[in-house]
C-alpha cells in the first residue's frame, strides 16, 4: 500500500501546477481508467429524485461532471473516463466507485434515505469508500442534511476540519475551506447572505476522512461555469484544487 501511495503521489506531482483554467478540449479518455465521477441521485421531502425528472441532485449536471473530469485529466496523470455515471445509494454498484458525490442536500425539505441507502452507505465509507457533500448553505439547510445523514452514523461525531489538515496540502498547497460562490455572485457574498465557508468530516476509526461536507461553497458551480464570461477565474481554480485534492486524498488513503 506504501508503493501504490507513492506512486499515485508522485504521478500526480510530475504535471504542472494549476496557474489558470485548464484547457478541457480535445481529451483522450480511457475506457479503463481509473477514476470515474459518480453522481448520487436521492430524493428529498418535496419531490423524489428520478433521472430525468430534475431535482437537487441534478443541479449543474452534467456539465459540472464532465468538465471535472476533464480538469483531473489535464492536472494529473490520473486516467479518467469519459462519461459521469449517476447512481442511488442503494445500487451495489456504487461499490465499483472510490469517490462519490453529492450536492444540495439541504434543499427541498432534506434529503431522504431509506433504510438499504442507509446500509449501502455506510458499508461503503467503512470499506474506504469517500463521499464529497458539495454545495448546500445556512443554518436550515444544515439541519434538514444532517436530520437525514445522521441516520448513517448516528454514534460519530462530525468534526471540523482546520486549515492544516493534509487534505488541503495532499496536492495543491491549499489554506484552508474556500468559499467559491455561485455564478453571479461574489465571495463577499454568498447564497443567503454568507461570506464564509467551512470544511466538516466524518472520519472512520483510523482518523480517514470517510465524508467530507463542504459547507457554504459551490465547487460544482465553478466546474460548471468554467468558460462562462462572467464567471472569474480565480472561483474557477480554487474549484479545481480543492476537488483535486479532495479527490487525490481519497484516492491515497
Not at 141 to 159: C, G, K, L, T, Y
Not at 196 to 215: E, F, K, P
Not at 219 to 225: A, F, K, N, P
Amino acid at each position: 500500500m506504501k508503493s501504490i501511495y507513492a506512486l499515485l503521489l508522485l504521478a500526480a506531482l510530475s504535471t504542472t501546477a494549476l496557474g489558470q483554467v485548464p484547457d478541457l478540449t480535445s481529451l483522450d479518455y480511457d475506457r479503463g481508467g481509473e477514476f470515474n465521477f459518480v453522481r448520487v441521485q436521492f430524493d428529498t421531502y418535496y419531490g423524489r429524485g428520478f433521472r430525468g425528472y430534475g431535482g437537487p441532485w441534478s443541479i449543474d449536471f452534467p456539465d459540472a461532471d464532465m468538465n471535472f473530469l476533464r480538469g483531473v485529466s489535464r492536472l494529473t496523470n490520473i486516467r479518467v473516463m469519459s462519461d459521469p455515471i449517476v447512481l442511488r445509494l442503494d445500487d451495489e454498484e456504487i461499490f465499483d466507485y472510490p469517490f462519490l458525490y453529492m450536492l444540495e442536500v439541504g434543499q427541498g425539505g432534506g434529503l431522504i434515505l431509506n433504510p438499504i441507502e442507509i446500509e449501502n452507505l455506510r458499508e461503503y465509507l467503512l470499506r474506504g469508500g469517500f463521499l464529497l457533500v458539495d454545495d448546500f448553505w445556512g443554518v436550515r439547510q444544515w439541519d434538514n442534511f444532517i436530520s437525514a445523514f445522521s441516520q448513517v452514523f448516528p454514534d460519530r461525531e462530525i468534526v471540523e476540519l482546520k486549515p492544516e489538515h493534509e487534505i488541503f496540502h495532499c496536492y495543491y498547497d491549499i489554506d484552508g475551506p474556500q468559499l467559491i460562490p455561485a455564478l453571479y455572485r461574489s465571495d463577499e457574498y454568498g447564497e443567503q447572505g454568507i461570506d464564509y465557508a467551512t470544511n466538516h468530516a466524518i472520519l472512520d476509526d483510523t482518523g480517514r476522512v470517510m465524508v467530507l461536507i463542504n459547507w457554504n461553497s459551490d465547487m460544482g458551480d465553478g466546474w460548471e461555469h468554467t468558460y462562462h464570461p462572467a464567471y472569474p477565474t480565480r472561483y474557477a481554480n480554487s474549484a479545481y484544487r480543492l476537488g483535486i485534492n479532495y479527490l487525490m486524498y481519497s484516492m491515497t488513503h
